[in-house]
Nanobody, 126 residues
Framework: QVQLVESGGGSVQAGGSLRLSCTGS????????MAWFRQAPRKEREGIAG????????AYADSVKGRFTIAQDNAKNAVYLQMNSLKPEDTAMYYC???????????????????WGQGTQVTVSS
């Protein structure tokens, strides 16, 4: 089993930055891709960034491209999301996800990821 724990959320003013962390435990050696999703109130969950931990390739949603960066630290079983130039519309609960098969991970669709964290709240004020 794989357990994922997110941290680093909080409140920030528009234009500011936050860095989210996701630490895995359990059978994390068998996961090959990780991603960040977010869900705002009354909106569908959105995949925003993903990484193939085997070769480091990344994928981003258009909504965050150029502002957010996903990175990995395999030694720590961790994935990070650096969020810059934050906007009020970035306000959401942010979730870390992982999967083993990772066949279509770059599509950033939630049904492609089997393991999920509990989420961390990000609030951006104008």
């Amino acid at each position: 089993q794989v357990q994922l724990v997110e941290s680093g959320g909080g409140s920030v003013q528009a234009g500011g930055s936050l860095r989210l962390s996701c630490t895995g435990s359990g059978s994390t050696y068998s996961t090959n891709c990780m991603a960040w999703f977010r869900q705002a109130p009354r909106k569908e969950r959105e995949g925003i960034a993903g990484i193939d931990t085997r070769d480091g390739s990344t994928a981003y949603a258009d909504s965050v491209k150029g502002r957010f960066t996903i990175a990995q630290d395999n030694a720590k079983n961790a994935v990070y999301l650096q969020m810059n130039s934050l906007k009020p519309e970035d306000t959401a609960m942010y979730y870390c996800a992982a999967d083993r098969g990772c066949r279509y991970w770059w599509r950033l669709s939630d049904y492609n990821f089997a393991y999920w964290g509990q989420g961390t709240q990000v609030t951006v004020s104008s």
